[in-house]
């Protein structure tokens, strides 16, 4: 179909994508605005697509901030309320890429699809895939393909949703997967060609989009590994909340386990796993130290989401008021995909 016409929104946040070399000392250091991006890709002129390009910020992705993406959400939906585009893409670092994808699709509730890009190799080196993955993302903001997709991710011509999306990789232009899922698509000839539905895409309770945060919250995470002592779990007490990566489906030491019920007496406790592809169990095993001990033990399951992801669910629903353990259990089961009635363990 033709794009001649439709409008797309570009927020550009920095960035491999937008690096040169520093001619003193040779490595890639931030320098290229928004339209110099744009600039850089001649096809776009040929789709007919009007651009309105944002410079949000020209930062390194590992130094956004959540206060940056809210700020990002906000500028997003006031754009998206004038009713004259089609589309957002944004353009950032691919360290954090899907991490940021994943929090804005948590906040975003518009049709309009948010795609977000990025570059593997800087401009500098042979082959890079900043401009490749550009245009693919223009064409599928513009087009009407993934419209209720919520935030997506685009690089190297494949669709991803943004709560399977996974950086898998440190240097390879292949580096985004979806373990367990593949890709919703592929952009070719000027199209998104659909391989599976769109994600389904629960809302928040208490956060309808456009809520701010309201206070101050701080979750940490705590990666469990053969032989862990624990230590590292008792200073994590002035926390407002804990993401434990476990072994395994969900699975700790079981010396680990009253430290961990100790913790969860007093702030929610979400239960991950570390391993890349999976879901945490429920109902599986039920040795002390399996995912049925920790449940009972008043941990809530993660699901399908990785600990990352986790972390920043359980930020925003803590940020935004949501307190009560079943209350958090049922989002989480939500948007992850878990069946309700296997997050929940009687024996607490």
Same mark, same amino acid.
């Given at each position: 179909?033709?794009?001649?016409?439709?409008?797309?929104?570009?927020?550009?946040?920095?960035?491999?994508?937008?690096? @040169?070399?520093?001619?003193?000392?040779?490595?890639?250091?931030?320098?290229?605005?928004?339209?110099?991006?744009?600039?850089?890709?001649?096809?776009?002129?040929?789709?007919?697509?009007?651009?309105?390009?944002?410079?949000?910020?020209?930062?390194?992705?590992?130094?956004?901030?959540?206060?940056?993406?809210?700020?990002?959400?906000?500028?997003?939906?006031?754009?998206?309320?004038?009713?004259?585009?089609?589309?957002?893409?944004?353009?950032?670092?691919?360290?954090?890429?899907?991490?940021?994808?994943?929090?804005?699709?948590?906040?975003?509730?518009?049709?309009?699809?948010?795609?977000?890009?990025?570059?593997?190799?800087?401009?500098?080196?042979?082959?890079?895939?900043?401009?490749?993955?550009?245009?693919? @993302?223009?064409?599928? #903001?513009?087009?009407?393909?993934?419209?209720?997709?919520?935030?997506?991710?685009?690089?190297?011509?494949?669709?991803? @949703?943004?709560?399977?999306?996974?950086?898998?990789?440190?240097?390879?232009? #292949?580096?985004?997967?979806?373990?367990?899922?593949?890709?919703?698509?592929?952009?070719?000839?000027?199209?998104?060609?659909?391989?599976?539905?769109?994600?389904?895409?629960?809302?928040?309770?208490?956060?309808?989009?456009?809520?701010?945060?309201?206070?101050?919250?701080?979750?940490?995470?705590?990666?469990?590994?053969?032989?862990?002592?624990?230590?590292?779990?008792?200073?994590?007490?002035?926390?407002?909340?804990?993401?434990?990566?476990?072994?395994?489906?969900?699975?700790?030491?079981?010396?680990?386990?009253?430290?961990?019920?100790?913790?969860?007496?007093?702030?929610?406790?979400?239960?991950?796993?570390?391993?890349?592809?999976?879901?945490?169990?429920?109902?599986?095993?039920?040795?002390?130290?399996?995912?049925?001990?920790?449940?009972?033990?008043?941990?809530?399951?993660?699901?399908?989401?990785?600990?990352?992801?986790?972390?920043?669910?359980?930020?925003?629903?803590?940020?935004?008021?949501?307190?009560?353990?079943?209350?958090?259990?049922?989002?989480?089961?939500?948007?992850?995909?878990?069946?309700?009635?296997?997050?929940?363990?009687?024996?607490?």
């Amino acid at each position: 179909m033709s794009l001649n016409g439709r409008t797309v929104a570009v927020f550009a946040l920095g960035g491999t994508i937008a690096t @040169a070399t520093n001619p003193v000392t040779g490595g890639a250091v931030l320098a290229l605005s928004g339209k110099e991006l744009l600039k850089g890709v001649p096809a776009l002129s040929a789709l007919g697509v009007v651009l309105r390009v944002h410079d949000f910020c020209r930062v390194p992705s590992a130094s956004l901030t959540l206060d940056d993406l809210n700020a990002l959400h906000g500028e997003i939906e006031a754009e998206l309320s004038s009713g004259t585009v089609d589309g957002v893409v944004v353009v950032q670092g691919t360290d954090t890429l899907e991490e940021t994808a994943f929090y804005v699709d948590l906040l975003h509730r518009s049709s309009a699809p948010v795609v977000f890009t990025g570059a593997m190799r800087n401009p500098s080196l042979p082959g890079p895939d900043g401009p490749a993955n550009l245009y693919a @993302a223009v064409i599928a #903001a513009a087009g009407p393909w993934l419209r209720n997709a919520g935030c997506v991710v685009v690089l190297g011509d494949k669709v991803h @949703a943004a709560r399977t999306v996974k950086k898998s990789h440190t240097t390879s232009t #292949a580096a985004f997967t979806s373990p367990g899922y593949g890709p919703l698509g592929l952009v070719v000839e000027g199209q998104v060609r659909l391989h599976q539905k769109l994600p389904h895409r629960p809302a928040l309770p208490a956060a309808d989009g456009t809520q701010p945060t309201t206070r101050t919250v701080r979750i940490a995470l705590h990666s469990v590994t053969i032989g862990d002592d624990g230590t590292q779990l008792d200073l994590l007490g002035q926390y407002d909340g804990l993401v434990v990566a476990a072994l395994g489906a969900g699975h700790v030491p079981e010396w680990l386990v009253p430290r961990l019920r100790r913790l969860a007496d007093r702030m929610p406790v979400v239960l991950s796993s570390r391993i890349a592809h999976g879901p945490v169990l429920t109902r599986t095993y039920s040795y002390p130290g399996s995912e049925r001990d920790l449940i009972a033990n008043g941990l809530i399951p993660s699901g399908n989401l990785d600990p990352y992801k986790a972390r920043l669910l359980l930020h925003r629903l803590l940020a935004t008021g949501c307190q009560g353990r079943d209350q958090i259990t049922e989002v989480f089961a939500a948007v992850s995909g878990l069946p309700a009635e296997s997050s929940h363990q009687p024996g607490r």
